[in-house]
């Protein structure tokens, strides 16, 4: 499978344009230097505010050769049941952060995620395509 990181190929653009200004106002009241569940809380309250349909720590099974694992992962949001986005509050995005929000595209039916940083000075946003 193929995927991209920061691609011109930008499905959903008008749903996660939504999100990161929903983001951006976060972490303008904010600031950096909280943790993930501060920034995760916040989010809650400003796309409740703004009416956009999300689900928080939603469950998703993983499976391997058909055989289900006994372990899942919540994704730490589904938005608009298009775009998987990933909170993260640190001195940057990682590899592995990509990498894990691939997996979670894997395994949903998702096809874009959004990882964003609020560990910095300015929001810090990676997009990723599967």
Not at 8 to 19: A, G, H, S, V
Not at 35 to 63: P, Q, T
Not at 67 to 84: G, R
Request: hydrophobic share 40%; charged share 25%; net charge negative.
């Amino acid at each position: 499978m193929d995927y991209h990181v920061n691609s011109d190929n930008r499905p959903y653009k008008n749903e996660t344009d939504l999100i990161i200004n929903a983001a951006i106002e976060v972490h303008r009241n904010l600031g950096a230097g909280f943790l993930e569940i501060v920034y995760k809380d916040a989010l809650c309250i400003e796309m409740d505010g703004r009416g956009y349909f999300y689900e928080r720590e939603k469950r998703y099974s993983v499976y391997y050769k058909d055989v289900l694992l006994p372990h899942s992962f919540y994704a730490d949001f589904i938005i608009f049941d298009t775009v998987i986005l990933e909170i993260k509050a640190k001195s940057g995005i990682a590899n592995e952060d990509l990498a894990q929000t691939i997996n979670y595209l894997k395994c949903s039916d998702c096809r874009v995620g959004l990882v964003l940083n609020f560990g910095k000075p300015t929001l810090e946003i990676r997009r990723v395509v599967f």
